[in-house]
Nanobody, 119 residues
Framework: QVELLESGGGLVQAGGSLRLSCAAS????????MGWYRQAPGKQRELVAT???????NYTDSVKGRFTITRDNAKNTVYLQMNSLKPEDTAVYYC?????????????WGQGTQVTVSS
């Protein structure tokens, strides 16, 4: 089994910063992609940022220049540094890991961490 443990969410004023962390543990040999998604009330879950094992990074347009994703492969950990936060960034943030098995590549998710940005 695989567990993704997230931390770092909270309440911050607009313009502030937060850093999210996600550590994967369990039956892991290798992780392909790791990343962050978010879901605001009444909206679908959306991609925020992803990083593959080789270092290729992808951001959704609304966070480019404000958020930075980094990854520590040795620790199976991914981080999301969020700067210049806006009220529209308010959401539950979920960590994702794509782990290959003999039968295919599977998505694993964290429990989610709340990020609230006040205006």
């Amino acid at each position: 089994q695989v567990e993704l443990l997230e931390s770092g969410g909270g309440l911050v004023q607009a313009g502030g910063s937060l850093r999210l962390s996600c550590a994967a543990s369990g039956r892991i040999f290798i992780i392909n992609g790791m990343g962050w998604y978010r879901q605001a009330p009444g909206k679908q879950r959306e991609l925020v940022a992803t990083a593959n094992r080789g270092g290729r990074i992808n951001y959704t347009d609304s966070v480019k220049g404000r958020f930075t994703i980094t990854r520590d492969n040795a620790k199976n950990t991914v981080y999301l540094q969020m700067n210049s936060l806006k009220p529209e960034d308010t959401a539950v943030y979920y960590c994702n890991a794509q782990i290959p098995r003999s039968t295919g590549v599977y998505d694993y998710w964290g429990q989610g961490t709340q990020v609230t940005v006040s205006s």
